[in-house]
């Protein structure tokens, strides 16, 4: 049996590395071994950071929908039940977006709000 050489995906996968190290400042784009390093930190971070933007998105809606709510004399706990209560089922995006795009339509929302705790206690 022919003996095989390592040379091809080797090549292939320094390729790779490389092309992914493009911009990288001094060593890190032109050494294998610290572009790997670094291309491969630079994965990492993208991977937990992709979750940690879901994260990041709902925190600022959260605060949106707060600051908005506060407006109309609601804190944003009693605002989120009052709505469950009232039967308004809105996700935070939507509910953030209306707040900062339409305050008029936000304010009926608050007033459902506020009807669906007063007919709850």
């Known amino acids: 049996m022919a003996r095989t050489k ?14 992914a190290a493009k911009g990288y400042f001094g060593g890190r784009k ?3 071994r610290t572009a790997k390093d670094a291309v491969e930190k630079g994965w990492e971070h993208a991977y ?3 979750k940690k933007k879901k994260r990041n998105f709902r925190s600022l809606w959260i605060t949106r929908i707060n600051a908005a709510a506060r407006q109309n004399d609601l804190s ?5 039940n009052g709505l469950s209560l009232a039967g308004v089922e809105m996700d935070r995006k ?7 795009h339409s305050p008029e339509a936000f304010a009926a929302l608050a007033d459902q709000a506020k ?3 007063k007919k709850a206690s």
């Open 115 to 117: 009807e669906g705790l």
């Open 94 to 100: 939507a509910l953030a977006d209306i707040a900062v």
């Open 76 to 80: 944003y706990s009693r605002f989120m």
């Open 30 to 32: 032109n050494l294998y």
């Open 48 to 50: 937990r950071d992709r």
């Open 6 to 19: 390592g040379s091809v995906p080797r090549n292939q996968r320094k390729k790779k590395i490389f092309k």
